[in-house]
């Protein structure tokens, strides 16, 4: 008579296996994840301090005296205008521009943009989107007033 031995690993030893591996496929997917969506940092920010203290802006970013808004703002408003003034029929970074201004709340400022980005590409979604978004902030500005 043949006698059968178990093969295999003994069952006690599948359960702390099986989450070993959950868990290194659940962190794998949370990465991929995070990546794809571009998230870094933690929910505090990039580099957010222990205790989640929030920073003030460095002085070097901020456009005080004039009331502003920061340089690194002003340097990409004017680097699009001159991307525009080179490029007229770019509907994308005419959007772009226009999405600054709705984002600043300067909705009469953007409505114009949105409007040429759509002469430009009739079938430009975010330019359409925009410009519903201006219309309805600039309507509801005067509302309010």
Avoid: C
């Avoid at 496929?25 to 580099?47: M, P, R």
């Avoid at 901020?62 to 009331?67: A, P, Q, S």
């Avoid at 430009?120 to 007033?145: D, F």
Wanted: net charge positive; aromatic share 6%; proline share 9%.
């Amino acid at each position: 008579m043949i006698s059968r031995t178990p093969r295999g690993l003994p069952p006690r030893i599948y359960v702390p296996i099986a989450f070993v591996v959950l868990a290194a496929f659940l962190g794998v997917t949370g990465y991929f994840i995070a990546i794809g969506f571009g998230v870094s940092g933690s929910v505090f920010g990039k580099s957010a301090p222990p205790g989640g203290a929030i920073q003030a802006p460095q002085p070097a970013d901020t456009n005080v005296e004039g009331g502003g808004p920061p340089a690194s703002v002003m340097l990409q408003l004017q680097q699009l205008r001159a991307h525009i003034a080179a490029h007229p029929k770019d509907d994308v970074a005419i959007t772009q521009l226009g999405d600054m201004y709705l984002a600043a709340g300067k909705y009469a400022a953007a409505i114009p943009l949105y409007e040429s980005a759509i002469k430009v590409n009739p079938s430009n979604v975010a330019a359409k989107t925009g410009l519903e978004q201006a219309r309805e902030g600039l309507a509801q500005a005067r509302n309010s007033q």
